[in-house]
């Protein structure tokens, strides 16, 4: 699993360098989240990345599971990047999703991989890449 995770982190900056430059720093600095219920207490959602794609913000999110043991029970997780950003529409796309339910409420978008909108992401500018 974190091999995975490194390579997704490894091409999600890279989609991301150069293309920030200083138009950021032209951004109101606002807050972004992502909240995803999911089946047990052992999941995790991290943002990668978050783009402007026409007029919207993409954020394209990843869920990961830890090791181990945990509560068998409906939960929601969330991850929060204060960033300087358009006020923009928010469009969530999240990786990793591997349930086949969702609350009626969410309003997510689930892909498989970074492939399914490489394309658009690459024609939008790239706002914010996750660096850990």
């Given amino acids: 699993m974190k091999k995975i995770?490194?390579?997704?982190?490894?091409?999600?900056a890279m989609a991301?360098?150069?293309?920030q430059g200083n138009s950021a720093s032209?951004?109101?600095?606002q807050k972004i989240s992502v909240t995803v219920n999911v089946p047990?207490?052992?999941?995790?959602?991290?943002?990668?990345?978050?783009?402007?794609?026409n007029e919207e913000l993409w954020?394209?999110?990843?869920?990961?599971?830890?090791?181990g043991k945990s509560s068998q029970v409906v939960s929601s997780i969330e991850d929060l990047v204060e960033i300087p950003a358009p006020?923009?529409?928010?469009?969530?796309?999240?990786?990793?999703?591997?349930?086949?339910?969702?609350?009626?409420?969410d309003s997510n978008h689930y892909i498989r991989s970074r492939?399914?909108?490489?394309?658009?992401?690459s024609?939008?500018?790239?706002?914010?890449?996750?660096r850990d």
Avoid at 5 to 12: P, Y
Avoid at 16 to 19: A, I, L, P, T
Avoid at 87 to 95: A, D, G, K, S, Y
């Fill in 16 to 19: 991301c360098m150069g293309m």
């Fill in 59 to 67: 954020v394209v999110s990843e869920l990961y599971r830890l090791e």
């Fill in 26 to 29: 032209r951004y109101p600095v």
């Fill in 123 to 130: 024609k939008g500018e790239c706002i914010y890449p996750k």
């Fill in 87 to 105: 006020t923009l529409p928010v469009v969530h796309f999240i990786i990793g999703k591997t349930w086949g339910w969702s609350a009626k409420t």
């Fill in 40 to 53: 047990d207490s052992g999941w995790r959602v991290r943002i990668l990345e978050v783009h402007r794609v």
């Fill in 5 to 12: 995770w490194l390579v997704i982190m490894l091409f999600s």
């Fill in 115 to 121: 492939k399914e909108i490489a394309d658009k992401l």
